[in-house]
């Protein structure tokens, strides 16, 4: 069974620019949740997303958005991009229980702001 | 608003020793579950184990366990028979009962092991 799979890895974008990342999650899978991780605010959760529908929302900006497609991968937006959005941005997918379903990460996108 | 507190930044282990990785947490939450994940370098996070707060029990995975002291907010991670793939970043984190995909991350503890 494949894993959770995020596009691109890696990318280099500049301020004011706008970045879209992509994940497709376990098959099966109907949730998918997506964290920044950076060195100074460790992991944070930006929002999830079950069924096409956003299920939990974390405290970012407005910039960051993202929405999911009835095959339930997922994209996030961030627009008008500043320095301090250099992170690791990662996807996890779970079956959506609410309770004790386990959270499958994947392996990433590295966002780097110039 | 829940929070998650390792208070512990780097720990080391000597291979096949035993070492204890701390975790203190805050919730007003009756219904909620805790987990330690394990991050490799440039490799993804796993889900090392779990323990549902209504269960007494401490949880247990091979070498992994944890003590679970619910009304000290206290979930700590034992590693036993330590091994050099355990050398990772480990996170503690917590979720509410009905918070689906909602992680509440503690800053994380590195783990290096010595052969």
């Known amino acids: 069974k494949a894993g959770v799979t995020q596009t691109p890895r890696y990318l280099i974008k500049t301020r004011g620019q706008q970045v879209t990342l992509s994940c497709s999650p376990i098959s099966g899978h109907r949730s998918v949740s997506w964290y920044q991780q950076t060195p100074g605010q460790g992991l944070q959760f930006l929002f999830e997303y079950f069924s096409e529908t956003q299920r939990n929302k974390g405290n970012f900006p407005g910039r960051f958005s993202g929405r999911q497609f009835s095959n339930s991968r997922s994209e996030m937006n961030v627009s008008t991009l500043e320095l301090g959005d250099s992170a690791l941005y990662l996807c996890a997918s779970s079956s959506g229980d609410r309770g004790t379903g386990e959270l499958f990460f994947g392996e990433g996108s590295r966002l780097t702001v110039l | 608003a829940q929070t998650v507190t390792q208070s512990q930044p780097e720990m080391s282990v000597q291979e096949a020793e035993t070492v204890t990785l701390s975790c203190t947490y805050d919730t007003s939450e009756s219904d909620y579950y805790l987990f330690w994940y394990k991050q490799p370098p440039s490799r993804q996070m796993i889900l090392v184990i779990r323990?549902?707060?209504?269960?007494?029990q401490n949880a247990t995975e091979n070498r992994f366990s944890v003590n679970f002291q619910k009304a000290a907010k206290s979930f700590s991670l034992k590693i036993s028979d330590s091994q050099l793939g355990d050398a990772a970043m480990y996170f503690c984190?917590?979720?509410?009962?009905?918070?689906?995909?909602?992680?509440?991350f503690g800053q994380g503890t590195e783990l290096s092991v010595k052969p």
């Open positions: 984190a917590s979720r509410k009962g009905n918070q689906g995909g909602k992680l509440i």
């Open positions: 323990q549902e707060a209504y269960k007494q």
